[in-house]
């Protein structure tokens, strides 16, 4: 069974900096999708960025690209996020993702409902 868990999140101010960690543990396949999401307060569970493992391709939402990268140690199962450049309207939970079923496409890596096994989420709040 997959477990995800996330780490790294906490109070920043605005233009601030923070790296997210997800710990994977129970991958039996080599491919699949895996990313991050985040939900604020009273809004819908959004995709942030993804990656396929089968080409490595990644995509990232418009709201966070130049400020965001994601990075893999796959020796060690872990899938970061860096977030550069934050706003306050970035604060919300912030889950780690992934999908082994082969059903996520390239035009759809930041579904969130296309994504079946999820962390614990970890709180990132933007304010000063």
């Known amino acids: 069974q997959v477990q995800l868990a996330e780490s790294g999140g906490g109070l920043v101010p605005p233009g601030g900096s923070l790296r997210l960690a997800c710990v994977v543990s129970?991958?039996?396949?080599?491919?699949?999708?895996i990313g991050w999401f985040r939900q604020a307060p009273g809004k819908e569970r959004e995709g942030v960025s993804s990656v396929l493992t089968s080409d490595g391709r990644e995509a990232y939402a418009d709201f966070v690209k130049g400020r965001f990268t994601m990075s893999r140690d796959n020796a060690k199962n872990i899938l970061y996020l860096t977030m550069n450049a934050l706003k306050a309207e970035d604060t919300a939970v912030y889950y780690c993702a992934m999908n082994t079923d082969g059903f996520v496409s390239r035009a759809r890596m930041l579904v969130p409902h296309l994504y079946n096994d999820w962390g614990q989420g970890t709180q990132v709040t933007v304010s000063s």
């Open positions: 129970g991958i039996t396949s080599d491919y699949y999708a």
